[in-house]
């Protein structure tokens, strides 16, 4: 993968995000996926991060805005939020919900809003747990996921 990013970044991140999105909504209707196939999915949230890190600039279209949205090496809130560039100081009196999501922070939401987190098999539950754990400022930029992200690490499981 990595020597496709470095020669077609669009294609690597539209491709992991398109397949990613597409598994996680075949769950959330009610259609039976594998286990092994939900595991990738969440995988692939796990590690789009690092793939985020290695970018240098990437342009993707955003058919929901009709826009190009560039995208480069982020972390923090702006990883997860198109938000600008406020000063440090300022940064927690910025409602970061009102902006739109970066792909990660779409990714990590399909996460929360398709309750893959109930699926019935240990190893894809412990991929979401270790992938929401991994992207904790996620929840800066998207409060409202909190307690769904505590509700399921203390359901009847």
Known sequence: MDSVLSI????????????????????????????????????????????????????????????????????GRSAFSQAPQVPKERRKEIDYAEFPLTPHGELIMALFETGISAYPNQAVVMQFFETV????????????????????????R
């Open 133 to 156: 754990a991994r992207y904790g400022d996620f929840f800066k930029v998207r409060k409202q996921c909190i307690v769904p992200a505590l509700e399921a690490m203390v359901d009847a």
């Open 8 to 75: 077609d970044q669009g294609l690597v991140v539209d491709a992991i995000r398109t397949h990613t999105l597409r598994t996680l909504q075949l769950y959330a209707s009610g259609t039976a996926i594998e286990w092994n196939d939900a595991e990738l999915a969440i995988y692939l949230i796990f590690i789009f991060g690092e793939i985020n890190k290695s970018l240098s600039a990437v342009t993707l279209y955003d058919p929901d805005m009709c826009v190009d949205v560039v995208q480069g090496p982020m972390k």
